[in-house]
């Protein structure tokens, strides 16, 4: 009996992948002959309506006589627009994160007393359960950081006394709980991974109660605990301005699919944090400073708007690394004209450039933003209306933050968790109903073939 060897590239594993690719072909025309909306997508791009929802609106185009017209792009929280509460919280001069987590779980903006309980009642939880991060965290270090939170958040499975109520009251307290302990997992998982996979130094801050969580966070990743109150405010918008992007987004919905099945909280989120890690959603922050950093080094004169265009072409037709064909951080499924949360970004990520001597970095930002839609028309033959996303400047905001770029997607997650945890409980309170989906089967009937006769 040949071995199977499951190197990669071994002939065997080629063997098994052609008789994968022999017996598994669906020609693309199969979608529209069926009627099947590939990628939840009906015929003009629009999502596939799927749920109700009180927590947010994304507004990203507007039809009229059946056609799709681009239009700015709009975020509301519970109704209230994404841009109104940024502008509040910076003219109040206070952390947002706390209060928008309050607003999507109950519904409404919390009074001060509210507010001011919730906070403490946030860092009362921060702190993970007895040997929680010796078990689970230092001794089986990872060297990703979003693999290591979507592990912890299910390990924390293990440590509640109560998992599998589904009760109003105890999904309530596991989405508190789980908001205010993703951030400490999240710190810690990076330094166990900087210790173990970098070889460097490896340290544990005590939390401090009174720090809001942006502020618990930078404690916890700098070496000397120091940052400023500027700095600090500037991570909460960015992470007030992640924590919600409606049912659909893919990591939220995946949050539904399962919570409709009545599985345990631990399990949702989990499985939400492993679809945002994906490069085509939230791993894209990652993905886009990589991208940036390949085009800075293969582009000589970062003004010539030709020779950023050419660059561009290659990365869609597969020549760059990765070789995905996406210019990461453009484009959007809902978004047309703007992202409103892109547009907040790039103000911020201006300003700083300005004054950290990165406005060279932030103009190619800029350049290639203004150039993908034309070069994607160019290569595709296809004219689209496509902006920058969420993901576009996030990253280059948080390197001029000092955020390591092994932390760019886990900050999105460890903001989102504040949208996950309002929709699973949204979608267990109103719904009711297993999401089942049908796939249209295009496999035949072909008589079943004992072993000894089979070529
Ligand atoms: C937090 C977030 O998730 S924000 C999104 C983060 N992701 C990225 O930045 C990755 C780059 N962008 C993309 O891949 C896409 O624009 C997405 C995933 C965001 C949206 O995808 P879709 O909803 O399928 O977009 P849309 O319907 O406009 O796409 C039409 C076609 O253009 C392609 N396309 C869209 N954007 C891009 C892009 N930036 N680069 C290359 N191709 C693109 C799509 O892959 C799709 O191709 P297909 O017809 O061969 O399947
Ligand atoms: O809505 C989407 O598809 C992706 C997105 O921007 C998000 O989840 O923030």
């Known amino acids: 009996m040949t071995e199977i060897n499951l190197e990669n590239h071994s002939p065997e594993l080629e063997a098994l992948c052609n008789e994968f690719r022999a017996n598994n072909r669906i020609s693309p025309e199969n979608f529209e002959l069926y009627q099947v909306k590939r990628g939840l997508r009906n015929p003009d791009g629009t999502g596939v309506m799927a749920g109700l929802t ?39 001069n206070r952390f947002g994160f706390e209060e928008v987590a309050w607003l999507l ?20 939880c921060r702190e993970l359960p007895e040997y929680f991060a010796e078990d689970m965290i230092i001794k089986a270090p990872s060297k990703n950081v979003m693999n290591k939170l ?20 105890n999904n309530m307290r596991q989405a508190i709980q789980l908001i205010a302990r993703l951030p400490t997992i999240m710190t810690y998982a990076y330094q166990v991974k900087r210790r173990h996979f970098d070889k460097k130094s490896m340290y544990f801050h005590p939390l401090d109660p009174n720090q809001s969580t942006a502020e618990s966070i930078l404690n916890a990743i700098r070496p000397d605990r120091s940052f400023t109150d500027e700095e600090a405010k500037l991570l909460d918008i960015c992470m007030l301005i992640h924590a919600e992007h409606g049912g659909g987004n893919n990591s939220t919905f995946t949050a539904r ?3 409709s099945t009545g599985t345990d909280i631990y399990s949702a989120i989990s499985a939400a944090i492993g679809s945002l890690k994906g490069p085509r959603h939230g791993g894209a922050n990652h993905r886009v400073m990589t991208m940036m950093n390949g085009l800075m080094e293969g582009v000589k004169d970062w003004k010539d708007e030709e020779e950023v265009s050419d660059y561009l072409e290659r990365i869609l037709r ?11 951080g453009i484009g959007h499924a809902v978004y047309t004209l703007s992202d409103p949360r892109a547009v907040i970004l790039k103000k911020q990520a201006c300003k700083l450039a300005e004054k950290r001597g990165m406005k060279d970095q932030f103009d190619l930002f800029e350049r290639v933003e203004q150039l993908a839609p034309e070069v994607f028309a160019k290569v ?13 400047y996030s990253g280059l905001v948080y390197e001029m933050l000092g955020i390591p770029s092994d932390l760019y997607t886990p900050m999105f997650a460890v903001s989102r968790i504040a949208g996950w945890c309002a929709h699973r409980i949204e979608e267990m309170e109103t719904c009711g109903r297993i999401m089942r989906p049908a796939y249209r089967s295009l496999s035949k009937s072909i008589p079943y073939v004992p072993i000894d006769q089979r070529n």
């Open 380 to 392: 595709t033959g296809k004219p689209k209306v496509m902006c920058a996303n969420v993901d576009f």
């Open 318 to 328: 597969k020549k760059v690394p990765d070789h995905s064909g996406l210019i990461y």
């Open 150 to 169: 979507a592990r912890s958040v299910l390990a924390l499975y293990s440590y509640d006394g109560d998992p599998d109520n589904l009760s109003l009251e």
């Open 257 to 259: 699919v399962l919570s």
């Open 54 to 92: 009180l927590i947010c609106n994304v507004h990203g185009y507007l039809i009229a006589d059946g056609e799709l017209i681009p239009d700015v792009g709009k975020l509301t929280y519970r109704g209230i627009d994404l841009n109104d509460i940024v502008n509040g919280c910076t003219a109040e």
């Open 105 to 124: 779980l109950f519904g409404k903006q919390p009074t001060k007393s509210q507010l001011d309980n919730f906070r403490e009642v946030l860092s009362s």
